[in-house]
């Protein structure tokens, strides 16, 4: 049985450490900070009795369970990520700890009034009775990825001292800057050495997910022209207007906001406007890839419309590709996932397989051949100040790392 109080513990330890990734910077990790937990981590594993544990120059960790058994299996991985959104600030983190959950409003803090509510979180009704760990209202709470993190030490701590569990090699990696798209770049694939793995990344009880968005993001520059509003009739161009319509004439209704399931969207995640130039930024999400390049090519239309309205290059549009639906990369491998759903359902959990509305390490690890799929950490309401977990879903998910591990020996074996 994984304690709870060594969880609870684990946890606390890792989110109390500020990791906060940082998009504009250059460097990887993108913030000196994350290798507070970083080096954390390192320590600890060498601690439980891992072995070839190593950290590089990125802070990217890596550590191996030997094998127990004498015949030959596979070897499998298990992946987090150990910074932090910049949604929201993750500095001077004060978790909360809520015994025999009853149910209600849970009072963040009193101070600013802020209440994390089943009226308006639907998902607290299932954990009546439970053990949570909230935040005090003021920074998110970190369980993205440090309920991951916690789940994967202590499965690799209960099977070490647990022998009788039987086994094959299992490989754990932690990475820097996920929360900013970079947490695979510099992820080296041939040094893991795993066949396939699962990042422990997920949200609620249950969740077990191999299809996620294709994803791009696109820069919209707007030039307008400045001349003195006094004296500005028939020479001022404003460039928030021009952008303005360009915003109106994307489908209004296909914005993150209104979709759900495998519903695309544009997401306009930025603007920052003069009457000289305006810039819009947006993310672009698809999980059908015909859908995918469709989206893309009406920002280019729009784009190019507009010029021919206005008689010159007044817009310009720069799209980059993100990372790709690790589907296609799973389909062909798909025993992974099953696997993974048997010891889900051996533990009684409902396994809840439904495509991911955002990204993970695993897509961008699936395409560099690595197979990937996501498992759930047990967190709620990500990058915010309503963040929460449940004790017994990383409990849960700590029971689903070692059964994996024991399922794919067994399977191996006959």
Not at 240 to 249: D, L, P, T
Request: glycine share 8%.
């Amino acid at each position: 049985m994984i304690s709870k109080e060594h969880i609870i513990k684990r946890f606390i330890s890792y989110v109390t450490i500020d990791t906060e990734s940082d998009p504009t910077s250059n460097t990887t990790p993108s913030t000196a900070k994350q290798w507070d937990l970083a080096n954390k981590l390192t320590d600890e594993l060498k601690a439980i009795g891992m072995q070839d544990v190593s950290i590089d120059e990125n802070a990217y960790i890596m550590a191996t369970l030997p094998s127990n058994v004498s015949h030959e299996t596979p070897t499998i991985g298990f992946i987090s990520h150990f910074d932090t959104s910049p949604d929201f600030t993750g500095a001077n983190v004060k978790p909360q700890i809520i015994e025999n959950y009853n149910g209600k409003d849970i009072l963040l803090n009193e101070a600013e009034n802020i209440v994390l509510s089943p009226d308006y979180f639907e998902d607290l009704h299932q954990y009546k009775g439970q053990t949570l760990i909230t935040t005090d209202g003021t920074t998110l709470l970190g369980a993205d990825d440090k309920a991951g993190i916690t789940e994967i030490v202590s499965a690799m701590e209960y099977l070490i001292n647990h022998p009788e569990i039987k086994h094959g090699t299992i490989k754990v990696g932690f990475t820097p800057d996920e929360e900013i798209g970079r947490g695979a770049h510099k992820f080296d694939v041939e040094k893991f050495g795993a066949d396939w793995a699962y990042t422990m990344d997920g949200s609620q009880i249950g969740e077990l997910e191999y299809e996620n968005f294709n994803a791009a993001g696109a820069v919209v520059k707007v030039k307008g022209k400045i001349v003195h509003p006094g004296y500005a009739k028939g020479k001022m161009i404003n460039s928030m207007y021009i952008a303005q319509e360009f915003v109106n004439s994307l489908p209004r209704m296909e914005t993150p906001e209104h979709t759900d399931g495998y519903q695309g969207f544009f997401h306009l995640s930025s603007i920052k406007g003069e009457v000289e130039e305006t810039v819009l930024e947006y993310i672009i999400r698809d999980h059908d890839l015909g859908h995918f390049e469709a989206r893309k090519a009406v920002m280019n239309k729009l784009t190019n419309e507009l010029n021919e309205q206005y008689g010159w290059d007044v817009i310009s549009v720069d799209i980059k590709d993100q990372y790709f639906n690790m589907k296609e990369k799973i389909e062909p491998v798909m025993h992974i996932v099953d696997i993974a759903e048997e010891a889900m359902k051996q533990l009684d959990i409902e396994p809840i397989i439904k495509p991911i509305r955002g990204g993970t390490d695993g897509s961008q690890l699936s395409y560099k051949g690595l197979p990937c799929p996501n498992i759930f950490a047990g967190g709620h309401n990500f990058h915010g100040r309503y963040e929460y977990v449940p004790v017994e879903s990383m409990i849960k998910a700590t029971e689903v790392i070692c059964k994996i591990a024991e399922l794919t020996a067994l399977k191996r074996n006959k």
